[in-house]
């Protein structure tokens, strides 16, 4: 589904702060509850917003007839310093999570970026399959071209992985399609764009939690230590009944784009 490019504009959390909000409001139906417990999460999202980095944050705002704004998709990126870019296989274990702290450490210790990590793009619900993420992940090139970064990567959370629990993250990865292209759409996505895949990132984000806000956030009970498909999950659920507490570690993939 093609999108008139004069309907919609991208701008800048940096250019629109009073925009900041819709980030929030657009990413709760998309995301699972669980990834708000994510204690990289919970410390360092909203610097995102803050003077630094606030202009690697962006909206596609769409402006109808009558002069009205509605925010219609949301991509979020941080720059960071990347001691070995000339080697992919350094990306970090610990994926979104490792991307985000060290980009908030990097501008809290004056170090010099040279690379810039994807982190989220949300496109409404009634826009999906148009071209607006390709759009926002072009926009991401330019901005690392802007501000003199070398590389872009992306660690990536596939989208239809929780519709097959009972296979492998690695095996799921390796799925195509009839014309060879990556079975996922969203890392099909990334792939039509040029991005190579690099390495899983098997610890991408991490929550750990108490079962009560498990049960809390899936609707789940937990009546035995194991492991749980949750729902919207690409990895099981470990819970500890002893503890009383449940462990989720999302894998993703990082992949690298070219600049």
């Not at 060879?180 to 792939?191: E, I, L, T, Y």
């Not at 035995?224 to 500890?240: F, I, M, N, Q």
Request: with cysteine; glycine share 6%.
């Amino acid at each position: 589904m093609a999108v008139a490019e004069d309907q919609f504009a991208i701008v800048s959390a940096e250019q629109r702060p009073d925009l900041v909000p819709a980030f929030a409001a657009l990413a709760a139906p998309v995301w699972p509850a669980f990834i708000d417990g994510d204690t990289v999460v919970i410390d360092h999202w909203d610097r995102l917003f803050e003077a630094a980095l606030s202009r690697f944050q962006f909206v596609v705002l769409r402006t109808a007839p009558s002069g009205a704004e509605q925010v219609v998709a949301t991509s979020n990126s941080i720059p960071f310093a990347w001691a070995q870019p000339e080697d992919d296989s350094s990306l970090p274990d610990a994926g979104w999570d490792a991307a985000l702290a060290a980009g908030v450490d990097a501008i809290a210790s004056g170090a010099k970026p040279n690379a810039l990590s994807a982190l989220s793009i949300v496109v409404a619900p009634e826009l999906r399959g148009s071209d607006l993420a390709e759009r926002l992940l072009r926009n991401m090139k330019a901005c690392a071209n802007l501000n003199g970064l070398g590389a872009l990567v992306a660690p990536v959370r596939p989208t239809r992985k929780p519709a097959y629990p009972l296979t492998s993250f690695e095996d799921y990865l390796s799925w195509t399609t009839h014309d060879g292209a990556p079975f996922d759409p969203w890392v099909r996505k990334h792939w039509q764009l040029g991005a190579r895949i690099v390495k899983v990132a098997p610890r991408s984000m991490t929550v750990v939690a108490p079962l009560s806000q498990w049960t809390e956030w899936t609707g789940l009970r937990f009546p035995v230590s194991g492991r749980y498909h949750l729902p919207g999950g690409l990895a099981p659920l470990v819970a500890d009944r002893l503890a009383g507490t449940g462990l989720y570690e999302e894998p993703n993939v990082w992949m690298r784009h070219p600049l």
